[in-house]
């Protein structure tokens, strides 16, 4: 009879057991847990950068198995329009990476929501650009500055302007603001003043007078093949990216960098070049799925993935963080973070985008001796004055 009531206790302490273990918590990446979150992003990198960004997913799915990441590669030219199919029908990725006129485009179309991870550590100009009305849509993940390079082996450091239109002169790929805006700003252009639009300021009429007698003198040399150029010796100066060190370190180029303000006393604002930025969806942030996408990009934006793709790629990292690394103490590296330390902050919504493209218009129109500085900026501020104030209308 004892046996018989000890092997009811033993069975109902068993069952017991079981019962009990089977309505227990799973826990996450343990099997029969809960499934990973599936994060879905779209970018437009290609070659050895789609590679790195790979090995960059790969190395998040491994620290976090609570997410899977999912790339897909989309070309930049269809980008917005396929964005906004996508969404238009519920669908669409969690995560975009693009460059800022492509986000900007996304904005616009209402695809973006504000960004589901917060990170002060970028630039102060990198971070403006993706900020519509004091929200941030996007966070800045690699970026360019334009340099001032010259050859060690046939230039010296030149002290100003009169020293970089001293020999052969200065050859640049653009004669546009975001090529030239430190030379520009420093000797007081500016595009608007006081909340009006000014393309036909004084120092703007100047300015482009003064690129205009370069020009005819063959002391400034606007061409596509600039960088060519100066790796073969042909010019001394040119002004590129800051990811042009990478190519000219690569080819044995003898080379050394200076940023542009530093041929105006300290003064003048570099406008940042081609910006790639990472930005969540409108329809795929929901609060479900905010904690995976704030776990991705957060990993995402740290120097160490920046890093790995400055090294497969050219752009550089938007992370002050990695400018104090032992590896950015050299090279390019403390002028590209001088540079984009005091670069020129516009916000994403800012109307000087929009005067940025007239006046670079209006600047080619002269350059090509098409019209004089006068007459072309007195029609830009024509144009620009009518696409300011439909911008504003209701």
Not at 53 to 69: D, K, R
């Amino acid at each position: 009879m004892l046996s018989k009531i000890l092997w009811r206790c033993f069975y109902i302490a068993i069952c017991f057991i079981v019962v009990t273990g089977c309505s227990s918590a799973p826990q996450t990446g343990q099997p029969g847990g809960p499934a990973p979150a599936v994060v879905d992003i779209w970018h437009s990198l290609q070659g050895a950068e789609a590679e790195a960004l790979q090995g960059q997913m790969q190395m998040i799915t491994e620290n976090h198995p609570e997410v899977i990441v999912k790339l897909n590669y989309v070309p930049e030219q269809n980008f917005a329009a396929f964005s906004y199919q996508a969404e238009a029908g519920g669908e669409g990725p969690e995560i975009f990476i693009a460059s800022r006129e492509i986000i900007h485009q996304l904005y616009g179309q209402g695809a973006l929501a504000p960004v589901a991870y917060t990170d002060e550590e970028g630039f102060p100009a990198a971070l403006a650009c993706f900020r519509f009305g004091e929200v941030s849509y996007a966070l800045p993940w690699l970026t360019d500055i334009p340099l001032l390079y010259f050859r060690t082996d046939t230039a010296e450091v030149p002290v100003n302007l009169s020293g970089l239109f001293s020999g052969k002169g200065l050859s640049i790929p653009a004669a546009d603001t975001a090529t030239l805006s430190a030379w520009w700003n420093g000797q007081g252009g500016r595009l608007m003043n006081n909340g009006n639009v000014s393309l036909n300021d004084p120092n703007n009429v100047a300015f482009l007078q003064q690129l205009s007698a370069w020009r005819s003198a063959q002391v400034l040399r606007i061409d596509p093949a600039a960088l060519t150029a100066f790796t073969n010796g042909e010019t001394p100066f040119v002004i590129a990216g800051a990811s042009a060190a990478r190519h000219l370190t690569q080819l044995n180029v003898p080379w050394g960098s200076i940023p542009l303000s530093d041929l105006l006393a300290g003064q003048g604002q570099s406008l940042i070049g081609k910006t790639l930025g990472i930005a969540n969806s409108a329809i795929k942030t929901t609060p479900d799925m905010k904690e995976a996408i704030q776990t991705v990009q957060k990993a995402l934006l740290t120097p160490e993935a920046e890093g790995a793709l400055l090294e497969a790629g050219s752009l550089l990292p938007a992370n002050m963080s990695y400018y104090k690394r032992p590896e950015a103490q050299k090279g390019v590296f403390p002028q590209a973070n001088m540079a984009l330390a005091k670069a020129w902050v516009l916000e994403g919504n800012a109307p000087e985008w929009k005067l940025i493209a007239i006046q670079d218009s209006a600047w080619t129109n002269v350059l090509a001796g098409n019209a004089t500085p006068e007459d072309e900026l007195n029609t830009a501020q024509e144009q620009a004055e009518k696409a300011i104030l439909v911008k504003s209308q209701p």
